[in-house]
């Protein structure tokens, strides 16, 4: 059935307008983007279909390349393109955000970045997001890529790098591409070693956050490891 054949409650777009976007489902909101299904399946049907390639994980949906989406029935190179288009421009609005304000004071938009940025990958990447005097973003630089199970991070490498950066503080990230964010005794030991090391040059270390998947990425500080 077509989604003009539906009640209008239940239609995605009529219910975004009347209840706004935070009331739809990931599915939902991919059928307004799509805007049209193909022969058999509405928008949301495609949608669905979209989203449980990638295990119904969106930043894993975001990591896939356009050779991956495009190969999806009913997706094909141009709605590949759109949908890659989208997702980045949702990334440079989190970073312009992140660049105008004190990061400190915005923990969720940092978060949502980073699960966007790091939470679809199927490697584990160490980076940090470089910070001026007033906890504002300098940049974000990956500085260390490793297997599923492990990243050989190297903290003079780490060193050389804020100084390069002129930064005045770091916030230090890694993905778990398991998808549990639960520190490792290895994590919490290679966070006190760029702590020290970093402390040399006059680099706050301002958290660490361990980001799995969609889920909540978790904060070194929030749990008292920093």
Not at 58 to 82: C, D
Not at 126 to 135: I, Q, T
Request: hydrophobic share 45%; glycine share 6%; with cysteine.
């Amino acid at each position: 059935m077509a989604i003009t054949d539906w009640p209008e409650h239940e239609r995605p777009r009529e219910r975004l307008l009347k209840l706004g976007p935070e009331a739809l489902s990931d599915a939902e909101l991919l059928a307004i983007f799509l805007r049209v299904g193909v022969r058999g399946k509405s928008a949301v049907d495609l949608a669905r279909e979209l989203l449980g390639c990638f295990d119904n994980n969106l930043p894993r949906l975001g990591a896939a390349t356009l050779k991956e989406i495009a190969a999806i029935p009913g997706m094909g190179p141009a709605k590949a393109v759109q949908l890659k288009a989208a997702l980045e421009l949702a990334r440079r609005a989190l970073s312009s955000e992140m660049q105008e304000r004190d990061l400190m004071s915005s923990p969720a938009a940092v978060r949502e970045w980073l699960t966007l940025k790091l939470g679809g990958l199927g490697y584990e990447v160490f980076g940090a997001l470089w910070l001026d005097a007033k906890n504002r973003l300098i940049a974000w630089e990956e500085l260390f890529k490793g297997t599923l199970s492990q990243t050989s991070v190297y903290p003079r490498e780490v060193v050389k790098r804020a100084l390069a950066h002129n930064a005045a503080a770091v916030l230090l990230c890694h993905n778990h591409p398991s998808g549990v964010a639960e520190p490792s005794q290895a994590d919490e030991l290679l966070t006190q070693n760029l702590k020290q090391a970093l402390a040399l040059v006059d680099v706050r270390v301002l958290d660490h956050f361990i980001v799995a998947g969609s889920a909540r990425p978790l904060s070194f500080a929030e749990r008292g490891l920093l």
